[in-house]
């Protein structure tokens, strides 16, 4: 019978992985270092950072300033100057992201509601960080602001603004992080598998007797689609206990519509992995087709940046991307509980990538095969 034969042919492909060390240490390796590496050392957020302080005024909001800042849990050290030049050798040895200058007049400025004299020299080499320590600062002196004489005159009529922050009301980064994981890992590992499969059959002189075997060439797709697809799945469920239990990430979505969705990307990237895996003769050709497919695809997700920010004419490109798709489904579901419309929405496009990638993985098998 068929079934019986691609039974054997899974089972065969299952083994070959398990068996094999590299295998495991694919299957093992990334899939540990990513959850730590991104988990908790690979944020976006800016912390403990260090400035240096010139105060160069006598009166009191200066010490105030320069106390606010010490203060600071946003701020690691805190280096006291007097000289300007110590300032800006600071940034050029990369010793400060921030330098800050409080002027002679300062305080009476300040006080009298007049423009106060402050410079903040920042370190554009790390444009991301500047920006953000900037913010920062001019929190710090906004609120000193608002406790002068002259503020809290202003502030008795100004229109208060308070923020609130939905599906995230902490900011807490690892909910952010942890379930685009979820999507990366299954990325990467369902990419490599995939496109090692056929390569390795090649490299080990099998692939002549997968050629006359009783398989026909869809059972032998599908054959080599389906231990991706479980060995995927199995990562997500790992990743999924672990946003849930270590995390502590809301799940306030469906399980149901998340796994049914994951098939049909898990899917669409073994049909990539497939088609790479036809195309390459060594498993070495075929790591580095996974590669070059994998770093493009992250950095064209939204994974670290919105896709609204990219040029123009790169974001059509990102319309054939499986894992930008996913991305939504995974945080939406965690973080949003969006509806099955929007989830079938996001599927759609993994199914005709699906179809599209495993169309032409089928299409170039069969022309190795004649």
């Known amino acids: 019978m068929w079934w019986s034969r691609l039974i054997a042919l899974v089972l065969k492909e299952l083994l070959t992985v ?4 590299r295998g495991r240490t694919i299957l093992i390796g990334p899939p540990i270092v990513q959850l730590v590496v991104f988990s908790y050392a690979a944020t976006l957020e800016v912390r403990n950072v260090d400035v240096m302080l010139l105060n160069r005024d006598a009166g009191h909001w200066g010490e105030e300033l320069t106390a606010r800042i010490a203060g600071s849990p946003r701020f690691r050290h805190v280096m006291l100057t007097d000289n300007p030049q110590a300032a800006r050798e600071a940034i050029d040895r990369q010793k400060v992201t921030a330098a800050i200058t409080v002027g002679t007049e300062f305080s009476r400025n ?6 106060a004299d402050l410079q903040i020299l920042l370190d554009g080499r790390r444009s991301n960080a500047a920006q953000i320590v900037a913010g920062y600062i001019n929190q710090i002196v906004l609120g000193l602001a608002a406790e002068t004489p002259s503020g809290a005159r202003k502030v008795a009529t100004a229109i208060e603004t308070v923020p609130r922050y939905w599906f995230n009301p902490n900011l807490i980064y690892q909910w952010f992080m942890v379930p685009n994981l979820i999507a990366n ?4 590992i369902g ?6 499969s056929i390569a390795r059959e090649r490299e080990l002189g099998t692939f002549d007797q997968l050629m006359v075997s009783p398989l026909r060439t869809h059972e032998i797709l599908i054959g080599k689609l389906t231990p991706p697809i479980l060995i995927g799945l199995f990562h997500m469920t790992v990743y999924v206990l672990a946003a849930v239990f270590v995390f502590a990430v809301p799940l306030r979505g469906s399980l149901f519509l998340l796994y049914a969705s994951s098939l049909f990307y898990l899917a669409s990237i073994a049909g990539v992995g497939l088609f790479i895996s036809a195309l ?5 050709q075929a790591i580095l087709g996974a590669f070059l497919f994998l770093v493009p695809a992250t950095l064209l997700s939204g994974f670290a940046t919105p896709i609204e920010n990219m040029p123009s ?12 798709y996913f991305l939504v489904i995974v945080k939406g579901i965690f973080l949003k509980d969006i509806p099955i419309s929007e989830v079938l929405r996001q599927t759609a496009p993994l199914l005709v990538i699906a179809t599209v990638t495993l169309g032409a993985a089928s299409w170039l098998f069969r022309r190795r095969l004649e």
């Open 18 to 21: 398990l068996r094999d060390p």
């Open 110 to 115: 300040i006080e009298a509601g007049k423009p």
């Open 185 to 188: 890992i299954a990325l990467l």
């Open 191 to 196: 990419l490599i598998v995939t496109a090692l």
């Open 280 to 284: 390459s003769m060594t498993q070495q």
């Open 313 to 324: 004419w790169l974001q059509p490109v990102t319309a054939i991307n499986p894992l930008r």
